[in-house]
C-alpha cells in the first residue's frame, strides 16, 4: 500500500483543523491552570498522534510536517517543535504499556512540569519505577536537577533498604516510615577523599557540603551539629552528627565507620540514644532513631547484632565515587604545606 503524504490528504486537513481549534481553547484557559492544562493537551495530543499514525498511512515525515504547520500557527509556542513532539509522542506511549500503573499515575502526571516528566520517562526504564519518581518529585517539590540526580543515582533501588530493626523497636506507623527514610547504600559521590580517610576526614567532609549531604539522605532532615556532647555521669561522649527528622517528630544520631561494621559498633549506638532520648527528647518527640553508616557489612552478622538492640537503629553502607588515587595523593601538596606557601607570599608581599 502506497502512503499518501499527510499534506495532500483531507483527513489530515480535517484533523489539523480541529486540532488548531483545541489548542486555541486550551489558550484561553492557560492563564489559569498553564501546566495542567497544557500537560493535558501534550496527553490527548500523544494519544491523536499514536492513532493517527497507527490508521491513517501519512508516512514517516508525518510529524515533521506536523510540527511545521502547528509552528506556524502558533509561531510564539515552543512546545511544537518536531522534538517536543516525539517527546509527546513517547510520553503517551511510555505510559499506555501498564494501563495499571497508567491509571495510578493519570493526574500525578499532569501535576508536575512538563519536562520533569520528560527527564522520568527518558531514563526510567519501566512505569513502575517511573511513578515512584513521579511520586517523589510532587512531594518534595524536586527541581529538575535534583530528580535527574536522584534517578542517576538510583534512588528507586535504595530507598527503604537499610537493614533496621524497626519492626520491633517502633509502633507500626512510625516503623513503616522509618524504614522508607532509610537507603542502602547511601551515595556520597559529592566528596573527594583518599581510600585511607579517616571517620574524622569523612564527618568533616560531609558536614562542609551540608547541602549535598542533606539532599542524599531525604527530605525532612534538619542538621543539628557535629560531635555533640553528652554528659553521662563522670564523662563525656559526641555524637558524629545529630539531626532532626520533621515528619518522623525525632532526633536521628549518625555515626560514622570507615571500616567493615562490627557488632559492637550497635551497641555503642544503643547506649547513644538511650542518651539522648533521657537528656534531648521532649514530650512531643517518638523515640531517637540511630544511622549506622559503615564502610560495608557482612548481612547476617548485622542481622544477629540488631536482633537484640533495643533501641531503633538502622544500618547500611556508602560509596565514594571521587577517591583520589595513592599515585595522584602523594602528588598533591598538603594542607600544611599550602598554609606555609600563602604564609610565605604573604610575608614577601609586605617587603
Request: net charge negative.
Amino acid at each position: 500500500m502506497t502512503s499518501t503524504p499527510a499534506s495532500h490528504n483531507p483527513a489530515y486537513a480535517q484533523w489539523l483543523t480541529a486540532l488548531k481549534s483545541r489548542f486555541r481553547q486550551v489558550q484561553l484557559k492557560a492563564a489559569v491552570a498553564v501546566n495542567t492544562e497544557l500537560l493535558q493537551f501534550y496527553w490527548a495530543l500523544g494519544a491523536d498522534i499514536a492513532a493517527q499514525q497507527a490508521r491513517a498511512q501519512w508516512g514517516s515525515g508525518f510529524l515533521a510536517r506536523l510540527s511545521q504547520d502547528l509552528m506556524r500557527e502558533f509561531p510564539q509556542v515552543k512546545g511544537f517543535s518536531r522534538r517536543n513532539l516525539e517527546h509527546i509522542r513517547r510520553w503517551h506511549q511510555f505510559w499506555s504499556v501498564d494501563a495499571a500503573i497508567a491509571k495510578q499515575a493519570a493526574s500525578q502526571l499532569f501535576a508536575i512540569p512538563w519536562w520533569h516528566n520528560v527527564v522520568i520517562v527518558s531514563k526510567c526504564p519501566d512505569p513502575a519505577q517511573a511513578l515512584f519518581y513521579v511520586q517523589q518529585t510532587r512531594q518534595h517539590g524536586w527541581s529538575r536537577a535534583v530528580l535527574t540526580h536522584q534517578i542517576e543515582s538510583g534512588l528507586w533501588q535504595r530507598q527503604g533498604q537499610a537493614l533496621h530493626n524497626f519492626a520491633q523497636t517502633l509502633p507500626a506507623p512510625q516503623s513503616d516510615l522509618a524504614a522508607q527514610v532509610l537507603k542502602d547504600p547511601y551515595v556520597f559521590d559529592f566528596l573527594s577523599l583518599t581510600p585511607e580517610h579517616t571517620e574524622r576526614e569523612l564527618e568533616a567532609a560531609l558536614t562542609e557540603h551540608i547541602t549535598q549531604f542533606l539532599l542524599e539522605l531525604g527530605a525532612g532532615f534538619a542538621y543539628m551539629g557535629r560531635q555533640v556532647p553528652l554528659q553521662v555521669g563522670e564523662r563525656e561522649f559526641f555524637l558524629d552528627l545529630l539531626f532532626y527528622h520533621a515528619r518522623l517528630h525525632c532526633y536521628v544520631v549518625v555515626e560514622l565507620k570507615t571500616v567493615d561494621f562490627e557488632p559492637e559498633f550497635a551497641g555503642k549506638l544503643n547506649f547513644y540514644l538511650k542518651a539522648v532520648d533521657a537528656q534531648l527528647r521532649g514530650p512531643q518527640d517518638a523515640p531517637t532513631i540511630g544511622l549506622l553508616l559503615c564502610k560495608s557489612k557482612d548481612r547476617l552478622v548485622a542481622e544477629y547484632a540488631l536482633s537484640d538492640i533495643h533501641k531503633p537503629l538502622g544500618l547500611a553502607s556508602y560509596e565514594l565515587s571521587h577517591i583520589l588515587p595513592e599515585a595522584l595523593r602523594d602528588q598533591l601538596p598538603s594542607i600544611e604545606r599550602l598554609e606555609a606557601e600563602f604564609d610565605a607570599d604573604l610575608e614577601n608581599s609586605r617587603h
